[in-house]
């Protein structure tokens, strides 16, 4: 890569690490719940919490045609219940555009599928959720759910486009979530403090000239689910490190880049993720010839003053063993085990007649 190309990538990255953690530690000591939400630009309140696909504001009682969007305040933690929202307009903020905002800590809950969407240069930062506090997604109870984002930032002027984010906690317990940002400067398909995941399933793709990550965190705590991250030109993920954890007990991920490293941690430290299963490496982003990586296979992320080869990061419990010919023949197996159990039998008599004679 060209150094003038590599000089500006670290300089953005050095700003947005400044501005990143600034937002962090303010949304830290500011985090409350909840008291209203905007969705495809409509405002929903605890007097006005019903909203339905094209509707242009929410309202006070539920439309007769069922609601597509929700916004429980009676639950300990506000609830904003999706059930097959389809949600394309901006609610405009300055230069600041979302699909669906929140003022404070939610739980977004889904039935069905439903879809976040938009192409466009309204604005210089598009985010398709984003949550001034904790965000946790999960299905509705009983319920199977889906929510689909698909942000386009076209404007040339600095334009970011962000999948999900929240500005403290991320969880995932439940659903399939699938994101896919592109923009003309910035994309983060998934932006947060701490990312927790204990099940469910996230694929997220990001793509950017500037720099398109599609998942950035300082602290990450992985128990279950699956998750596959992909950038066009730069980081699967970035992970701020210093002072902070990266932890996978449990579930699938993958972590891949066409153009850059899978990984890019954000120390001036050799540090490693703490996984209790194995991490597998290729340097092809798709996974093409993996093998279980140690330390003495190279750098497995890139860092500030390193680089990576490894384009694919996988981190899996265990690999099911190749279908080979014997696997699909085990007669083979049963026939052999004959064999040498007869010729046991009869070296074991030849041995007593030698004996006896």
């Given amino acids: 890569m060209h150094k003038n190309t590599t000089a500006v990538r670290l300089l953005r990255l050095a700003i947005a690490i400044f501005v990143f953690a600034l937002c962090m530690a303010a949304a830290h000591a500011l985090a409350a719940n909840a008291t209203t939400v905007y969705v495809n630009g409509a405002q929903l309140t605890s007097a006005t919490p019903y909203w339905e696909n094209g509707g242009g504001s ?19 933690v506000p609830t904003l219940k999706l059930n097959g929202a389809v949600i394309n307009t901006l609610y405009v903020d300055g230069s600041y555009g979302y699909l669906i905002h929140a003022d404070g800590d939610i739980i977004l809950t889904l039935t069905g599928s439903s879809t976040l969407s938009y192409s466009g240069n309204a604005d210089r930062y598009i985010r398709g959720v984003d ?26 002027d600095f334009g970011t486009a962000y999948g999900i984010r929240a500005d403290y906690d991320l969880t995932i317990e439940s659903g399939t979530v699938n994101i896919n940002t ?31 990550t599609a998942l950035r965190f300082y602290d990450a705590y992985i128990t279950g689910g699956e998750g596959r991250f992909e950038s066009v030109n730069d980081y699967g993920l970035v992970w701020f490190a210093d002072g902070h954890d990266f932890s996978v007990t449990g579930g699938h991920l ?4 066409e153009n850059d490293a899978a990984l890019y941690f954000v120390t001036h430290n050799s540090v490693l993720p703490d996984s209790s299963v194995p991490i597998w490496v290729s ?13 003495s296979m190279g ?38 085990g004959l064999f040498a159990l007869l010729g046991a039998a009869g070296a074991g008599m030849l041995l007593r007649r030698k004996r006896r004679a």
Avoid: H
Avoid at 131 to 156: F, H, K, P, Q, R
Avoid at 182 to 210: D, E, H, K, Q, W
Avoid at 302 to 324: H, R
């Fill in 58 to 76: 929410g309202s006070a009682a539920e439309p007769a045609g069922g609601w597509n969007a929700y916004f429980d305040t009676s639950t300990v």
């Fill in 131 to 156: 949550v001034e506090g904790n965000l946790v997604i999960a299905e509705a109870a009983g319920e199977t759910g889906s929510l689909t984002i698909n942000i386009t930032n076209t404007n040339d």
């Fill in 182 to 212: 592109n923009s003309m400067y910035l994309a983060y398909s998934i932006n947060t403090t701490r990312f927790y995941m204990t099940a469910g399933s996230v694929a997220a793709t990001a793509s950017a000239p500037g720099d398109g």
């Fill in 254 to 257: 993958i972590f891949s880049s």
């Fill in 283 to 295: 340097t092809d982003s798709s996974g093409a010839g993996k093998a279980v990586w140690n330390s």
């Fill in 299 to 336: 750098q497995l992320a890139g860092y500030i003053y390193w680089t990576s080869d490894y384009k694919y990061v996988e981190f899996l419990e265990a690999e099911d063993p190749p279908e080979t010919g014997d696997a699909q023949t085990p007669w083979l197996w049963l026939c052999a």
